[in-house]
């Protein structure tokens, strides 16, 4: 099956220059193999990696001696095991990671990544398909069209992949029959209509035996459309981008000495020149372009994924998560956002927690709200959920703490595409799209007000500041803040209880006592903290707040230095011993679900401002140390 016009040996031995110099002008093709479990998207790869001698001779026969040993096809060589690198891979079978393989024909190269097959391994298929212009789409001609492969080809065309193969593959198995080949097409295009995929090539093949890899296959004399490689090497490449305006998120500001100033990124879309005009967002400042700087010297002009340091005609701020962008055609700046969401973690979606939102190079802090919806991969449904679980695909609305530049993901991948990571482990959770703006993030605009919060605190001879008890029910943070706030305010201070109980009176009184609704307890209580901290009063919190996460968040509402964590640290068995209100005998036999302590997790502070423990001192002693604390810190102004 092998063509001989896949050896590039001669020109290698006559004339190494040249055949560099052709390598080098060759277009690269990026593609993926995806699909159900077992579906022999791995033994593809090897067979194309073979077939385009791209194995080296120690790698031949390693692969003989391991095909022997481990491989699934008797004494034959099993090609998937050039792809399949982990240990658990190779003892079932299966793809597991994300494998990268090169290779190359005289007609073009070749980067294609092996994606997993099982459903719990979603998220690695997604990030094979982020960069990919092309989706193999493996199905099993015994099996047909099965649950992965609609999620895989329903996330390909979500990730914007144009050119989809649907490659139906062990003909050998269903001895070559065309009215199966031609059943399984019928089968896949009634589902590709029905998600918006108006285009696919189907091709018969057995990646095993070889047929219609690299050349038409005498076993199938009924198929005579291209044969895979044939596809590959003439599918279109690239997109408009390079025809669309100049954009370029800044990487780093390139500043060697006193007398340059440069900013650094890979251009993302257009081109640009030396006075060019171009704008800095978010700001929205504009200069115009003095000198585009390379390792090998300047450019008269520089276009689509070049890496490059520009320099401006004037100083203006700039650094990097900022875009520099064409002056006269601005992608939008917002801060709100509908996005499509694919959940990649074990933990559900916390709606209203703090994510970091890395997209291209800015990253900030996003909550993502409730979604509207969740999308049955198998009938293409919209079905209510509260939340979103390792695999789902939703739609949500996104808020960001600060404006952020970007392009809807249809237009633009670098603009549009989006992670979310936790920000107490780093784990990537989800990989996002954003659709468009919301309308009111463009109408809303802060108010400038003439009384600061410095004149506020100035009036009342105090610092603002938050005083945060937390810590178990029946730790005694109620009484230790009550305590504290009847001193400072004999003290003369100006000051707010904002206790948890009695918030949820009013304010949280529609919030129950799941976790997603403890976040947006404690988040509402922030804002409003906040704002009485811009008031220049001395706020003091008493909630449970059970997760460090949601604690942080409202850290970072306040300048450094306002916020004091408290932890009024009672072992379980001491609170539970006191049980003032009964809850832990209620929680106990059933009767209150999502109890902290009991049946919800409780998170205690790693390094808390101040630490009261109460089985050594009372409340009193407490109160007296917390205000003896704070008296310390602010003596020159209190």
């Known amino acids: 099956m092998t063509d001989s016009s896949y050896r590039p040996d001669a020109l290698i031995a006559s004339d190494i220059s040249a055949y560099l110099e052709q390598h080098q002008s060759k277009s690269l093709l990026r593609f993926i193999t995806c699909g159900s479990v077992d579906d022999g998207k791995s033994t593809l790869?090897?067979?194309?990696?073979?077939?385009?001698?791209?194995?080296?001779?120690?790698?031949?026969?390693?692969?003989?001696?391991?095909?022997?040993?481990?491989?699934?096809?008797?004494?034959?060589?099993d090609f998937a095991l050039l792809v399949d690198g982990l240990a658990a891979e190779r003892e079932q079978g299966i793809t597991i990671d994300v494998a990268y393989r090169f290779f190359a024909t005289e007609k073009r190269k070749f980067i294609v990544a092996d994606t997993p097959g099982h459903e719990q391994y979603t998220r690695n298929m997604v990030t094979g398909a982020s960069t990919a212009d092309l989706a193999v789409i493996l199905i099993d001609a015994r099996k047909g069209v099965l649950t992965q492969t609609r999620r895989h080809s329903f996330l390909a065309h979500l990730i914007g992949i144009r050119h989809i193969v649907l490659a139906v593959n062990k003909m050998d198995l269903v001895g070559y029959d065309r009215a199966t080949f031609d059943a399984i097409v019928a089968d896949y295009r009634a589902f590709a209509d029905s998600i918006g995929i108006t285009d696919f090539t189907a091709i018969p093949i057995s990646g095993f035996k070889g047929d219609n890899i690299t050349g038409p296959s005498a076993n199938t004399p009924w198929y005579a459309s291209p044969s895979l490689i044939e596809h590959l090497e003439t599918v279109p490449v690239g997109d408009?981008?390079?025809?669309?305006?100049?954009?370029?998120?800044?990487?780093?500001?390139?500043?060697?000495?006193?007398?340059?100033?440069?900013?650094?990124?890979?251009?993302?879309?257009?081109?640009?020149?030396?006075?060019?005009?171009?704008?800095?967002?978010?700001?929205?400042?504009?200069?115009?372009?003095?000198?585009?700087?390379?390792?090998?010297?300047?450019?008269?002009?520089?276009?689509?994924?070049?890496s490059v340091t520009l320099t401006l005609a004037d100083e203006v701020d700039c650094s990097r998560g900022d875009v520099i962008v064409a002056a006269d055609a601005p992608p939008e700046v917002a801060d709100q956002f509908q996005a499509t969401i694919v959940w990649m973690d074990q933990e559900e979606l916390l709606p209203?927690?703090?994510?970091?939102?890395?997209?291209?190079?800015?990253?900030?802090?996003?909550?993502?709200?409730?979604?509207?919806?969740?999308?049955?991969v198998n009938t293409m449904a919209e079905l209510s959920a509260k939340t979103l679980a390792l695999n789902d695909i939703g739609v949500a609305e996104?808020?960001?703490?600060?404006?952020?530049?970007?392009?809807?993901?249809?237009?633009?991948?670098?603009?549009?595409?989006?992670?979310?990571i936790d920000k107490l482990t780093n784990a990537t959770v989800a990989a996002g799209m954003l659709n468009f703006a919301l309308r009111r993030a463009q109408n809303v605009h802060w108010q400038a007000l003439e009384i600061?919060?410095?004149?506020?605190?100035?009036?009342?001879?105090?610092?603002?500041?938050?005083?945060?008890?937390?810590?178990?029910?029946?730790?005694?943070?109620?009484?230790?803040?009550?305590?504290?706030?009847?001193?400072?305010?004999?003290?003369?201070?100006?000051?707010?209880?904002?206790?948890?109980?009695?918030?949820?009176?009013?304010?949280?009184?529609?919030?129950?006592?799941?976790?997603?609704?403890?976040?947006?307890?404690?988040?509402?209580v922030g804002?409003?903290?906040?704002?009485?901290?811009?008031?220049?009063?001395?706020?003091?919190?008493?909630?449970?707040?059970?997760f460090r996460a949601e604690r942080e968040l409202v850290r970072r509402m306040l300048p450094e230095g306002e916020f004091f964590e408290i932890f009024v640290d009672t072992p379980?068995?001491?609170?539970?011993?006191?049980?003032?209100?009964?809850?832990?005998?209620?929680?106990?036999?059933?009767?209150?679900?999502?109890?902290t302590g009991i049946s919800s997790p409780y998170e205690a502070p790693m390094t808390p401002e101040i630490?009261?423990?109460?089985?050594?001192?009372?409340?009193?002693?407490?109160?007296?140390?917390?205000?003896?604390?704070?008296?310390?810190?602010?003596?020159?102004?209190?």
């Open 45 to 77: 790869i090897g067979r194309l990696l073979y077939d385009s001698k791209m194995i080296l001779e120690d790698q031949l026969a390693a692969l003989e001696a391991d095909s022997k040993r481990v491989g699934t096809q008797g004494q034959e060589i």
């Open 240 to 306: 408009d981008a390079a025809a669309r305006p100049f954009r370029m998120p800044v990487q780093w500001v390139n500043r060697p000495n006193l007398d340059f100033r440069g900013f650094a990124g890979t251009i993302a879309s257009g081109s640009v020149k030396p006075g060019d005009a171009v704008r800095i967002l978010p700001s929205g400042r504009t200069s115009k372009v003095a000198r585009i700087v390379t390792y090998d010297g300047d450019l008269a002009e520089a276009g689509r994924d070049q």
């Open 352 to 376: 209203g927690r703090a994510y970091w939102l890395k997209l291209g190079t800015q990253t900030v802090s996003a909550t993502v709200q409730p979604p509207r919806h969740v999308i049955c």
């Open 398 to 420: 996104v808020y960001t703490d600060r404006p952020i530049v970007f392009e809807p993901y249809a237009d633009s991948h670098d603009l549009g595409g989006f992670i979310l």
């Open 452 to 524: 600061t919060r410095e004149a506020h605190a100035a009036q009342k001879g105090q610092h603002p500041r938050l005083l945060w008890f937390t810590g178990l029910s029946g730790s005694g943070k109620s009484t230790i803040a009550n305590l504290v706030e009847k001193k400072l305010h004999a003290l003369g201070k100006h000051s707010f209880l904002l206790d948890g109980d009695n918030v949820r009176h009013g304010l949280n009184k529609d919030l129950g006592f799941s976790d997603a609704d403890r976040v947006e307890n404690i988040r509402r």
């Open 527 to 546: 804002e409003v903290a906040k704002l009485m901290c811009d008031a220049g009063l001395i706020v003091l919190t008493a909630f449970i707040s059970p």
């Open 572 to 595: 379980l068995e001491e609170a539970e011993r006191r049980d003032v209100k009964g809850l832990y005998k209620k929680a106990r036999a059933g009767e209150i679900a999502n109890f």
């Open 611 to 638: 630490r009261i423990d109460t089985q050594s001192m009372t409340p009193e002693a407490a109160a007296d140390l917390v205000v003896e604390h704070i008296l310390g810190i602010w003596s020159p102004v209190l």
